[in-house]
Nanobody
Framework: QAQLIESGGGLVQAGESLRLTCVAS????????WGWFRQAPGKEREFVAT????????TYADSGKGRFTISRANTRNTVYLQMNDLQPEDTAVYYC?????????WGRGTQVTVYT
């Protein structure tokens, strides 16, 4: 079981950027596909982006295409999410986890709040 620690969220104005970081500790990291997910108030948790174990293949939800970039640093057990041109609808708690199930216990996430 790994411990997932997300950070980098904040309160930003529409159009600004944030870079989220997820550190996974407690087990091997480099052989797994990882993803970012988010949960807005009153909504189900949803997929945001994924990255395969080599870092060469990525996928994005339509909501983030062209604005979000997922990347990873296997030597640091870290996954990143660069978010540009943030919009109020991006307001949510953002989490990282494995793409495949069973997933790890979810971390506390990092809050992203975008205002106009």
């Amino acid at each position: 079981q790994a411990q997932l620690i997300e950070s980098g969220g904040g309160l930003v104005q529409a159009g600004e950027s944030l870079r989220l970081t997820c550190v996974a500790s407690g087990r091997a990291f480099s052989s797994d596909d990882w993803g970012w997910f988010r949960q807005a108030p009153g909504k189900e948790r949803e997929f945001v982006a994924t990255i395969n174990w080599t870092g060469q293949r990525t996928t994005y939800a339509d909501s983030g295409k062209g604005r979000f970039t997922i990347s990873r640093a296997n030597t640091r057990n870290t996954v990143y999410l660069q978010m540009n041109d943030l919009q109020p609808e991006d307001t949510a708690v953002y989490y990282c986890n494995l793409v495949a199930t069973p997933q790890f216990h979810w971390g506390r996430g990092t809050q992203v709040t975008v205002y106009t």
